[in-house]
């Protein structure tokens, strides 16, 4: 199985911050990686996939990039509505895997 | 658009087995020629992959459950369901039923089903 750790498992941050999550895959998986969002309590969101496609009505804010085994998802001004935890997701191989999460928190 | 609702018992007893429904409205299973899928999450935990079904019932399924697992399709109740077997307390989780959209992204989710395994 590919095994996707994330960076770091949680940051607190303010309104208005720069955020970067990183994302490392054990094995190359090309551009084979989606990014969710999730809050407490819902289903996770689609917010990235192809690597760095904004999936429609995602804010422009978020932003992805990478390819192979490193990936970043930023967020240029975080909101007070981007307090969440952040998952990314490879769907280069079976089993599909998922990162850890990164949690999202208020400074 | 299209929505998720998943459905089944939200308590199950140990050895028994787990059995969800998805039901999709706003649209046929059938059309746009996507795959549906299957996550569990236990409380305060991360993502799991379970597996994906295709129109046809071509399925993938993550090894780690493959045993246990079975993931079919009623294209004419416009469902899809899951079904885990010899169930455990490993396996209480919340159950999330999702589209595979463009580049294998799940797009579209439902909004979750609890289940406890006790006795």
């Known amino acids: 199985d590919i095994q996707l750790t994330q960076s770091p498992s949680f940051l607190s941050a303010s309104v208005g911050d720069r955020v970067t999550i990183t994302c490392r895959a054990s094995?190359?998986?090309?551009?084979?990686l989606v990014w969710y969002q999730q809050k407490p309590g819902r289903a996770p969101r689609l917010l990235i996939y192809a690597a760095s496609t904004l999936q429609t009505g995602v804010p422009s804010r978020f932003s992805g990039s990478g390819s192979g085994t490193e990936f970043t998802l930023t967020i240029s001004s975080l909101q007070p509505e981007d307090f969440a935890t952040y998952y990314c997701q490879q769907v280069n191989s079976y089993p599909r895997t998922f990162g850890q999460g990164t949690k999202v928190d208020i400074k | 658009q299209v929505q998720l609702q998943e459905s089944g018992p939200g308590l199950v007893k140990p050895s028994q087995t787990l059995s969800l429904t998805c039901s999709v409205s706003g649209g046929s299973i059938t059309t746009g020629g996507y795959y549906w899928s299957w996550v569990r999450q236990p409380a305060g935990k991360g993502l799991e992959w379970i597996g994906r079904?295709?129109?046809?019932?071509?399925?993938n399924y993550n090894p780690s459950l493959k045993s246990r697992l079975t993931i079919s399709i009623d294209t004419s109740k416009n469902q899809f369901s899951l079904t885990l077997s010899s169930v455990t307390a490993a396996d209480t989780a919340v159950y999330y039923c999702?589209?595979?959209?463009?580049?294998?992204?799940?797009?579209?989710w439902g909004q979750g089903a609890t289940v406890i395994v006790s006795s």
């Open positions: 094995q190359g998986i090309s551009s084979y």
């Open positions: 999702a589209r595979v959209g463009s580049w294998f992204g799940l797009d579209v």
């Open positions: 079904i295709y129109t046809s019932g071509g399925t």
